[in-house]
């Protein structure tokens, strides 16, 4: 168990110091934190509502701030290329989230041009039976995602790792608001960037 916890400290702090730079970027996963708590709640009530609050509020807010507002060029704090942090990463890197992103915004277009999807739905009769469909396919992108990459990590890392990273993925919003809740006041202080030092190691 020590060495379980051991390696998801590192994991989280890997993933703040490389890849969470800009304040608009924590910010965004603050409010990604936060509706991704709403749907972890609904799960158990709607699951549809659940993925498309994950998918369209959360993911979308999340991985906006990665791709458009964290600086993609060398990281002078961490001395490290921005080739050099995508081939360490252990979970989704962005070439990997652009393939896992294609197959979320391909999953409505499918639905769309066969509403039974090969006799898995009951064809929707309006909107927001399409929605809801989507929903629940979204809901199946999100945890086969989630299972193929820890899977994955079996293989070229170990079972541990594999573990570690899943842990970490569906605690990274409890995570997050303790990390990211004074970034947007900082944001509005003007700070763009994070200040940082000593970001060699995780503190304690």
């Not at 570690?164 to 700070?191: C, N, S």
């Amino acid at each position: 168990m020590q060495e379980f916890l051991r390696q998801l400290k590192t994991q989280r702090w890997d993933d703040h110091r490389y890849y969470h730079h800009s304040r608009i970027n924590q910010s965004l996963h603050f409010v990604s934190a936060i509706s991704f708590l709403v749907a972890y709640a609904l799960l158990f009530t709607d699951p549809a509502m659940a993925a498309l609050i994950g998918w369209l509020v959360s993911m979308t807010t999340r991985q906006s701030g990665h791709f458009f507002f964290e600086p993609l060029g060398y990281d002078e704090v961490n001395q490290a290329t921005q080739e050099h942090k995508e081939a360490i990463k252990v979970g989704y890197n962005l070439r990997r989230k652009i393939v896992l992103i294609a197959i979320w915004a391909a999953a409505p277009a499918l639905l769309w041009l066969d509403p039974t999807l090969l006799g898995y739905f009951t064809p929707h009769a309006n909107w927001e039976g399409f929605m809801r469909h989507t929903g629940e396919l979204w809901l199946i992108v999100g945890v086969g995602g989630l299972v193929f990459r820890t899977v994955h990590l079996f293989f070229i890392k170990d079972v541990m790792a594999g573990l570690v990273w899943m842990t970490k993925i569906l605690t990274d919003p409890f995570h997050d608001i303790m990390l990211y809740h004074k970034a947007p006041l900082a944001l509005l202080r003007g700070e763009l960037i994070e200040p940082r030092s000593n970001m060699d190691h995780a503190p304690g």
